[in-house]
C-alpha cells in the first residue's frame, strides 16, 4: 500500500490558495499543480497535491496544546469555507463536484493520521 495521499482542493481562489499552504505544511509534497479553473462552477480554482505525510513532531509543550487547538480550529473554518456550497445544499449538493470522506471526516474532528 502507497504512502501517497493525494489530495484536491476546490474553492475562491484566494482561500484555496491559503488551503493549499496550510495543507502543504502537513505534506512532504511529491507534487503540486494548480491553479485551474473548476470545472462544474465558474469561478472556483481547483488544486491537486501529492505527498506524504510528515512525521509526527514531539509532544506539544502546555502552551503549544492550545495554540495548536486554535490551529485546528481555523484549519476546520477554512475545510467550511472550501465545502459551502452556493446551491443552497453543502456538501451532499447534486450539482457540485463530490466531497472526498477525508474533508467529511476533518469538519466531523474524525480524520485521523495513520500511525
Known sequence: MSE?????????????????????????LDRLHGPYPSRKTQGLARYYLTGRLRQAA???????????????????????????????????????EPVPDLVRQALAGEAVRPA
Open 4 to 28: 501517497l495521499l493525494d489530495v484536491r482542493v476546490i474553492g475562491a481562489p484566494e482561500v484555496a490558495e491559503t488551503a493549499v499552504a496550510r495543507v502543504g505544511e502537513l505534506l512532504d
Open 58 to 96: 514531539p509532544p506539544a509543550l502546555p502552551g503549544e496544546l492550545e495554540r495548536l487547538k486554535r490551529e485546528v480550529a481555523a484549519l476546520r473554518a477554512a475545510l467550511e469555507l472550501l465545502t459551502t456550497c452556493q446551491h443552497g445544499h453543502g456538501l451532499d449538493c447534486p450539482r457540485c
